[in-house]
């Protein structure tokens, strides 16, 4: 079956620094999303990639879906402390969706 | 936040003892689901519902069941609960499939612990 997968498992940064976390997929995607988990707390969505090439920009997030539609990255810029949690991609996968195992990011004042 | 309950937030069982969990939505979203989450798996799908007493499997159903008799709740059911279903348990709800471009809403989460 579909396969999606996250790159780095964990990813400890210093406040300030840049971050980013990738995410592939098996197969070919017609959308991703991406999820953002709190410790402690339940995802919450952030956003949807459609098109080959997108690139979407959320403050000091850059989301980017690949030209093969099958890979995609979150990108932080100055990661503040409030940046930590577990990232989630989450692409289709027959009529639900896959989730890859997340990105957790730990964020030193 | 998406009108998402579920209830109980915590629970702790014996080996053995069957035990329901109930999501409720007030969004009234065609689509639920339910989830598990485990250190370094993610989320895992264990079944999801596409209408009322519309439901099916997913990648992690052997022990679980679940019914939807309202649009509005879905419950899900550990028959014979085992110390392998300890986890956090994510109710989600969405207005489509996800191929069509939806996105999830999710619960706060039950944590069960079987003993």
């Known amino acids: 079956g579909q396969q999606v997968m996250q790159i780095p498992q964990y990813q400890h940064v210093q406040e300030g620094e840049d971050f980013t976390t990738y995410c592939n997929s098996s197969?070919?995607?017609?959308?991703i999303q991406w999820y953002k988990q709190r410790p402690g707390g339940h995802p919450v969505f952030l956003i949807q990639l459609v098109k080959s090439g997108e690139v979407k920009k959320q403050k000091r997030l850059t989301f980017q879906f690949g030209e093969a539609k099958k890979n995609s990255s979150l990108h932080i810029t100055a990661t503040q402390t409030t940046d930590v949690g577990t990232y989630f991609c989450?692409?289709?996968?027959?009529?639900?969706?896959?989730f890859g195992p997340g990105t957790r990011l730990s964020v030193l004042p | 936040d998406a009108g998402i309950t579920q209830s109980p937030r915590h629970k702790v069982t014996e080996t053995g003892t069957p035990v329901t969990l109930r999501c409720h939505q007030t969004e009234n979203h065609r689509y639920m689901y339910w989830y598990r989450q485990d250190p370094g798996h993610g989320l895992r799908l264990i079944h999801y519902?596409?209408?009322?007493?519309?439901?099916d499997k997913g990648e992690v159903s052997d022990g679980y069941s679940v019914s939807r008799s309202k649009t509005e709740d879905f419950l899900l059911t550990l028959e014979s609960a085992t110390s392998s279903q300890t986890s956090v348990y994510f109710c989600?709800?969405?207005?489509?499939?996800?191929?069509?471009?939806?996105?999830?809403?999710f619960g706060p989460g039950t944590r069960l612990t079987v003993t």
């Open positions: 519902s596409y209408g009322v007493k519309d439901t």
């Open positions: 197969t070919t995607l017609s959308n």
């Open positions: 989600a709800i969405s207005g489509g499939l996800a191929g069509s471009s939806y996105e999830q809403y």
């Open positions: 989450a692409g289709p996968g027959g009529q639900n969706f896959v």
